[in-house]
């Protein structure tokens, strides 16, 4: 599976991103899908995440009611709506797949992962 994250850019306090990650190699039936992003100076962070054939969706405390995350099964695709961002959500994001149906918080969980997209918030 290769994953190709892509939606980033510059964006002021208070704006929208939204961000994709799309699949090939395969579908993502059957996987659970994970958005994280990495701070410069800081560790790797959980952000959300889908299960893709159950459709459940989990929310780090720090994103919720500002980010959502859906999935598009026709295009393979899902993707993270990022809105009222803060300066503090400046980071590279990374989607991430692993097998199963359990969405897991941390890295270690994880099959594969794509190459990042750098969002920048600024004040």
């Known amino acids: 599976v290769q994953l190709q994250a892509s939606g980033g850019g510059l964006v002021q306090a208070g704006g929208s991103l939204r961000l994709s990650c799309a699949a090939s190699?395969?579908?993502?039936?059957?996987?659970?899908m994970g958005w994280f992003r990495q701070a410069p100076g800081k560790e790797r962070e959980f952000v959300g995440g889908v299960s893709w054939s159950v459709g459940s969706i989990s929310y780090a405390d720090s994103v919720k009611g500002r980010f959502t995350i859906s999935r598009d099964k026709a295009k393979n695709t899902v993707y993270l709506q990022m809105d009222s961002l803060k300066p503090e959500d400046t980071a590279v994001y990374y989607c991430?797949?692993?097998?199963?149906?359990?969405?897991?918080?941390?890295?270690?969980?994880?099959?594969?992962w794509g190459q990042g997209t750098l969002v920048t918030v600024s004040s």
């Open positions: 991430a797949a692993r097998r199963g149906t359990y969405v897991y918080t941390t890295t270690t969980g994880y099959d594969y």
């Open positions: 190699g395969r579908t993502f039936s059957g996987y659970a």
